[in-house]
């Protein structure tokens, strides 16, 4: 990442233009879509996960390997850039932020898989990981089991949306069949949605955004990953089961039914 302070500029403006957009949600919870509508659109945006860094260094134990993929200054200057556009921000008079919750389980799988990287930094000092499918799983599942923090997706509307913009989700959802929610609280408009529910949530989003005609947009995304043999055999080895306890976490109690949460056990158990 260059900095530039023209550019750095023409942001701030962004920022400050009166249809901005926030789109602001932790990984892999499926707002890829969304980004291209909003595009398509012309509607000024920004998506992020987290305004405290790279949210690498709070989802993994690891941090010296998840280190290893960020220039030291790099990393200073884009949290100060973080900070800096959060200040702007805040001195909104009202902004409105799209934010998504998706199946705990699949949200977990699928970001640990996009920073696999991470976790083979571990496995260079051992050859056989790179030669070896077997040994190479058995590491990544003891880095599954090991190394992925879970409280960062259990508590990330808490740390994040609460914590900076004062908005805190929990006592309006009161009905877990819903699909979606909007929030209005101190300044900010917020549609919260489960990701399962985006195909159908075009005149949700339209309605939101004040377009008529919405629609929403492919976002285009590659689907076959260089790691798909790899997540092909860790899907058919692991044993999920671990992972039910997140379901039990307050947030996803409040946004998925008893059924939903039904299904999501049964698609992930072991037969």
């Known amino acids: 990442m260059k900095f530039s302070l023209a550019r750095q500029r023409a942001f701030d403006q962004t920022l400050r233009e009166p249809n901005f957009v926030l789109v602001y949600q932790m990984g892999k919870v499926g707002s890829s879509s969304i980004e291209a509508s909003l595009e398509h659109c012309n509607i000024p945006s920004w998506h992020i996960h987290t305004f405290d860094d790279n949210e690498e260094f709070q989802m993994y134990r690891n941090t010296s390997d998840v280190a290893c993929f960020f220039d030291w200054h790099i990393r200073a200057a884009y949290r100060l850039t973080l900070a800096h556009r959060l200040r702007i921000l805040k001195k909104r008079d009202h902004i409105k932020i799209i934010t ?16 696999l990287h991470i976790q083979l930094i571990e496995g260079k000092k051992n050859n056989a990981i790179h030669g070896d499918m ?3 799983l058995s590491h990544l599942i003891d880095a599954f089991d090991n190394k992925l923090r879970h409280d960062y997706f ?35 408009d917020v549609l919260l949605m489960k990701c399962e529910a985006i195909n159908q949530s075009a005149d949700v989003l339209g309605a939101f955004l004040d377009q008529t005609d919405f629609s929403l947009q492919s976002s285009n995304e590659a689907s076959n990953k260089w790691y798909s043999a790899l997540y092909q055999r860790f899907k058919e080895t692991y044993p999920f089961e671990r992972l039910f306890s997140l379901y039990d976490a307050p947030i996803y109690r409040a946004v998925y039914s008893e059924d939903e949460i039904a299904r999501f056990k049964q698609k992930w158990g072991r037969e």
């Open 154 to 188: 259990t508590e990330w509307f808490d740390r994040e949306l609460k914590r900076q913009f004062g908005v805190d989700v929990m006592p309006h959802l009161t009905d877990p069949t819903q699909t979606h929610w909007r929030i209005q609280e101190k300044g900010c």
């Open 134 to 136: 077997d040994a190479t």
């Open 100 to 115: 998504l919750v998706r199946d705990p389980v699949a949200t977990v799988v699928s970001r640990f898989f996009q920073d």
